[in-house]
């Protein structure tokens, strides 16, 4: 079973609002993803961490989203305005990083947005 | 770029009957890691199989699949289906040294009694 967190489970904000939701990865695993489920339960990833470091990131998190994974502290993803197509469940994932463990991603419960 | 598809977008078998889920793959990786998870209703996705040996079956929970290389193929198969077995199945991709899972559609399988 997994043992991410991520907090708040559920988060409703109105269009414009600033939006932020956390996430603590599984002990021992550096490595943090983050995915958006929209409501025809499509996956689209938006951008992962080693440690505090960037990996990867589309395009959308460049602009409106914004994400950072501070030593000692949860990770954060958060929509400085938001926007109704945001409405989705956002899905943090870890992982660890040897070579024949580090496929493996344990997704949390996710952190269901509502933007009205 | 890579991409994973997943044909049917809803499966509604009988209790008792085999379950087949296709799933295909397009990638310019030669090693890349396939993976179904499952997601039951309200829940996070959790890993349910995983394989990046060609030609080799791999099983998990009554389930098998076995990644083909030469047809980019990783199908998802059960001998008999349960009810609990309802849920929402997603193949997915990694490319080899690339962090991030490109998920397939998913299919929605639906058992009745």
């Known amino acids: 079973n997994s043992k991410v967190i991520q907090t708040p489970r559920y988060l409703v904000k109105g269009q414009g609002q600033k939006a932020k939701m956390r996430c603590i990865p599984e002990?021992?695993?550096?490595?943090v993803f983050w995915y958006q489920q929209n409501k025809n339960n499509e996956f689209k990833f938006l951008i992962n961490?080693?440690?505090?470091?960037?990996?990867?990131q589309i395009d959308m998190t460049e602009k409106r989203f914004s994400a950072e994974c501070p030593s000692n502290s949860p990770c954060s993803l958060e929509i400085q305005s938001s926007e109704a197509g945001d409405s989705a469940l956002y899905l943090c994932?870890?992982?660890?990083?040897?070579?024949?463990?580090?496929?493996?991603?344990?997704f949390g419960p996710g952190t269901r947005l509502l933007v009205l | 770029g890579d991409s994973v598809t997943q044909t049917e977008g809803l499966v509604t078998l009988t209790e008792g009957l085999p379950v087949m889920l296709n799933c295909t793959y397009q990638?310019?990786?030669?090693?890349?890691?396939l993976f179904w998870y499952v997601q039951h209703l309200n829940e996070s996705p959790r890993l349910l199989l995983k394989?990046?040996?060609?030609?080799k079956r791999t099983e998990h929970q009554g389930f098998h699949a076995t990644l083909h290389k030469s047809s980019s193929s990783f199908h998802l198969q059960k001998s008999s289906a349960q009810l609990s077995d309802s849920a929402l199945y997603y193949c997915?991709?990694?490319?080899?040294?690339?962090?991030?899972?490109?998920f397939g559609q998913g299919t929605k399988l639906s058992i009745k009694p």
């Open positions: 961490f080693q440690n505090q470091e960037v990996l990867q």
């Open positions: 994932a870890s992982s660890r990083v040897d070579w024949v463990n580090q496929d493996t991603q344990y």
């Open positions: 394989s990046f040996t060609d030609n």
């Open positions: 990638t310019i990786y030669s090693n890349p890691f």
């Open positions: 002990k021992g695993h550096p490595v």
């Open positions: 997915a991709l990694r490319g080899y040294n690339q962090g991030k899972l490109i």
